[in-house]
């Protein structure tokens, strides 16, 4: 049996101290909803940096572990790509790793499925928003589609 991933991915730009972040989200898992990608740390040269720091991995405890399952989809992978994305993007963040992973499911939470997938059901990406961590509130609105 072949098995076809499908890969449309979504991105959220936060704006932060003149960095922003993307939330990018993505479907795929063979599921018919958006799930979450990571949480990209970008400058205005759109580049990424990548594994900023050594540092130790604990995977998710509690009501965190049970949204991550519900919201940040591994396709049965365990927690390999949480582990992936909180190495190579998280750490380049100030925030510690549960703070990362938290924001990460807020942002996700502020849109419902139905507008994520009006929004995006034709496009492979699109920015939906800017985002300020700091004052905890869309500071711009935009959509590319």
Known sequence: MRITYIIIILIIVIICDGEYYELVLQNWCNKSTYNIHGLWLNYDNNSYPQYCKKTSYTQP?????????????NCGNKDYFWKHEWFKHGTCTNMTEEIFFNNVIRLYKNFSQSYIT??????????????????NKYVKWRIYL
């Open 118 to 135: 009006n929004i995006c059901k034709y496009s492979k990406s699109c920015i939906i928003a800017y985002y300020d961590l700091l004052l």
């Open 61 to 73: 405890k509690s009501i965190l572990l049970e949204e991550m399952n519900q919201y940040w989809d």
